[in-house]
């Protein structure tokens, strides 16, 4: 009856295969077998595992009585005698041995030895099995809700996946039985034992959602450039077509938004620019900043740097709520991009920022500018809690610079 547990216990675990399971099987007994008679030289394990069959046989050379000088690798006639009557001197002798003469204690040992091979086993294939699947899409059902992470049961193997909350978006809400979908971010091992870190934040989630979605992705015929994402918010997505009768843009939103809406739904309301990337550097900048649109602009391509100028009214546009356009912007060209407000003529009682360098750090200076600021006045027309927002400066910094501009007008009024 042990015998058949221990075989049973083998056959549960569908992810090891057969010979891994008859090779872990013999290591087990042929351990058995040393620990009882010093060695497992002279001996044969036949394992059946599909049937659960198990047989020992010791083989030994037969020699005449009195002349066995190793009783390892040999054995007497009249002992051979005494299991076969047919045996003679110079044959082999086959002696079948059972589990029973093992004693019950040295089966258990085996036993848990068996279960600890299997587990490491099981371990081993689970890390191999999802390794090689990083990066891919994986749909589960919320198993247990903790207060850092999610425990999701993969769909199809049925595998326990951990998905931490800062791998999830914001707004993001499940509850348990709940069927969830991210990509595997990575596998690590902690305290030996495999965690499959799953993410709805990681920039390959919303690749793989757009290759579920737009079917020339899939066939290749349109290539995903480069996705930068901050999650919740806004993504920007730079792609090209392969075939010049596509519109990748367009082939990527659908008709009337057909395939672009599901994906925005999926991300929580996630706001998506999709662009055409152009290996022109300024072109696509400008498609980057989409939906501000660009007067002008000065490349310094040795230092990835460039000055965008814009009218007035496209400023906050190509800035963004909380700056997260112009933010994206940059990831996605590798350009960090100024943005400067684009005017005629300068308001005669205003004064360019840059005078204020003797009064002001050129770093603070070099701030406002980016968020469209290049004048005493256009910082001042700004409230304090919206410099806050859009720089963020520290308080007092923020303090200091609306008293230096202030005072200047001052006293030009007096």
Known sequence: MLLQDIFSEFKSNKSIDLPT???VLEDVFRTLIKKKYGSDENFDVIVNAQKGDLE????????????VTDDRAQVSISEALAIDDDYEIGEECYEQL???????????????????????LEKDEMYKAYVEREGDLIVGEVHQILKRELLILDDVTGTELVMPRNEMIKGDFFRKG???????????????????IISRTDSSFLEKL????????????IVVKNIVRMPG?????????????????????????SRIHGIVRELKNENIDIVNFTNNVQLFIQRALTPAKVSSMALDEEKKRASVYLDPDQVSLAIGKGGTNIKLASRLTGFEIDVFRNTDEMEIDD?????????????????LKNIGCDSARSVLKLSRSELLRRTDLEEETVDEILKVLRAEFAEEEE
Do not use: H
């Open 233 to 257: 918010e806004r993504a920007k997505v730079a792609v090209e077509s392969y075939d010049d009768r596509i519109d990748p843009v367009g082939a990527c939103v659908g008709m009337k938004g």
């Open 351 to 367: 004064v360019d920022l840059d005078e204020f360098k003797d009064e002001l750090d050129t770093w603070v200076v070099d701030t």
């Open 56 to 67: 020992l046989w010791r083989v030994r050379e037969i020699v005449p009585d009195g002349e």
């Open 210 to 221: 757009l290759e579920q979605e737009v079917p020339e992705i899939e066939d290749g015929l």
């Open 98 to 120: 059972f589990l029973a003469d093992f004693g019950r204690r040295a089966i258990m040992a085996a036993r848990q030895t068996l279960i600890s091979r299997i587990m490491e």
């Open 178 to 196: 709940d069927m969830v979908r991210g990509i595997i971010r990575k596998v690590e091992m902690k305290n030996n034992n495999p965690v499959v």
């Open 21 to 23: 399971m008859v090779r």
